[in-house]
């Protein structure tokens, strides 16, 4: 039995060949929290009026509006406006179960926008229906069942993630949580509610094992080059792990990106690791490794002037991505050859894609790679798979799911500057985020998914 149909079932109601559903007979408890009640549980309290025994709803051409929820989505379906209207008058009343079963019936068969998708699982978790609402959320095609559309991509706007972790979290999927949280973050880091929510899941989760260290936090070195042929220029980078500079090498006339680690000697085999792996990897994608000196804790790579897609995005220069497919394609191709060789970047995040043209970007930092099924260590809050966040051994899917955070940090930008044809891209995306067993595989199943 698909999830929608135990969903319909666990409604009280059935939809047989597309009818109205009948009157479920119960609703939510009147002072069930909506959506803004749970990100700020003081609006509770703040005397709305409670809500009617049941809602006679206003007509429209003689249907009644709760019927036409059924045609949600369709060309003379209701507007996204009117469905939420008609759901917030639904609420707490003795027809808000048959308001949603409307909901669920019409999602069978097209895809509905996700302000309604959020309003109706919003609705469902208040009358304690929390798997339900996951399904509305995540997409789960109930009109599989008759062979017909395809999925309906997961909801991706941040009010859908913040309600999605939420649901996560009282779930007990803490990773989940995390996971969905962060990627609200890294988009809009004042997002109510966000930082009170990721600061108390990911010390939840530190009880159980330790979290993914924090890469990009910022830390104070005084980095020499003395003992190199290399003068420093200027500091283009910085994370937790070292810092990065433009700098010339004097011997050979040329400009190198200067790589110091923060912990000099005691980061040997941190640096030994990137440096080596690096160069075994050499190639298309794999930034180029010059030199290296573990015990003094630098390394010196090729020296890329246009910087990352972290960069472009910050100068907001997020137009020059376009079209997606110029850059997105070889990068899905340098982690097929990466994960070819057995290993998993491990940290793979719009900082790390740097780019040499926009049809030639280049996979940096492979300070966290492993082998694949061997321990993972860190990561860059973001960009962290939930499965890897709950202790997974390094998997070529972390690397998918970092592919598919960078898809959506250009999509969201390319999306505001109102760039067509991403609908492919987004899809992608967004299947690299979601349950890890849809996601592609590995590097080689991501390249084929990418064409």
């Known amino acids: 039995m698909s999830l929608w149909r135990r969903l319909k079932e666990r409604l ?52 009644d509006d709760i019927a036409r ?32 079963a409307h909901l669920v019936a019409a999602m069978e068969e097209r895809v509905l926008p996700d302000p309604v998708r959020v309003a109706c699982a919003d609705l469902l978790a208040a009358r304690g229906d929390e798997l339900g609402a996951l399904s509305v959320l995540e997409g789960a095609a109930a009109s599989r069942e ?20 939420d649901l996560y979290a009282s779930l007990g999927q803490l990773p989940r949580a995390v996971g969905a949280i962060e990627r609200v973050l890294v988009r809009e880091i004042g997002a109510p509610g966000a930082r009170e ?11 159980e094992r330790p979290a993914a260290a924090r890469v990009e936090d910022v830390t104070v070195v005084a980095p020499s080059a003395a003992k190199t042929p290399f003068r420093l220029l200027r500091e283009v980078a910085r994370g937790g792990a070292g810092a990065v500079y433009e700098a010339e090498d004097e011997v050979l006339g040329r400009r190198v990106g200067f790589k110091v680690y923060h912990g000099r000697g005691a980061d040997r085999t941190h640096v030994t690791r990137e440096a080596r792996l690096a160069a075994a990897l050499a190639g298309p994608g794999v930034v180029r490794v010059f030199d290296a000196d573990p015990d003094e804790g630098w390394i010196a790579l090729e020296w890329i002037a246009r910087g990352s897609v972290r960069d472009a995005l910050r100068a907001g220069d997020a137009a020059a991505l376009a079209p997606v497919a110029r850059w997105a394609r070889p990068l899905a191709r340098a982690l097929a050859r990466v994960h070819e060789r057995g290993y998993v970047h491990a940290d793979v995040k719009p900082a790390n894609v740097l780019l040499r043209n926009v049809g030639e970007p280049v996979l940096s930092d492979f300070g966290l790679a492993r082998p694949r099924g061997a321990p993972s260590a860190g990561g860059s809050p973001g960009y962290v798979s939930p499965e890897r966040l709950a ?17 959506e940090d250009v999509l969201v930008r390319l999306e505001a500057l109102g760039v067509e044809g991403l609908a492919a891209w987004k899809e992608l995306s967004l299947r690299c985020l979601g349950p890890d067993d849809e996601r592609p595989a590995d590097g080689a199943a991501l390249v084929r998914a990418a064409c």
């Open 391 to 407: 202790g997974r051994p390094s998997d070529p899917r972390d690397d998918v799911y970092g592919y598919g955070r960078v898809l």
């Open 69 to 100: 929820l059924r045609s949600a989505g369709s060309r003379d379906g209701p507007s996204t406006d009117e469905v939420i209207a008609v759901l917030r008058r639904a609420r707490g009343t003795l027809r808000e179960a048959e308001a949603v």
């Open 197 to 207: 929510r990721h600061q108390r899941w990911r010390a939840a989760l530190g009880a």
């Open 146 to 165: 008759r062979g017909g559309a395809s999925r309906a991509r997961p909801v991706s706007s941040t009010e859908g993630l913040v309600l999605a972790a």
């Open 12 to 63: 009280g109601v059935a939809t047989p060949g597309g009818g109205a559903p009948a009157d479920a007979g119960g609703g939510a408890a009147p002072d069930a929290p909506d959506a803004d009640e749970r990100a700020d549980p003081a609006r509770a309290t703040r005397g709305s009026a409670p809500p009617r025994a049941a809602a006679r709803p206003a007509r429209k051409d003689g249907v």
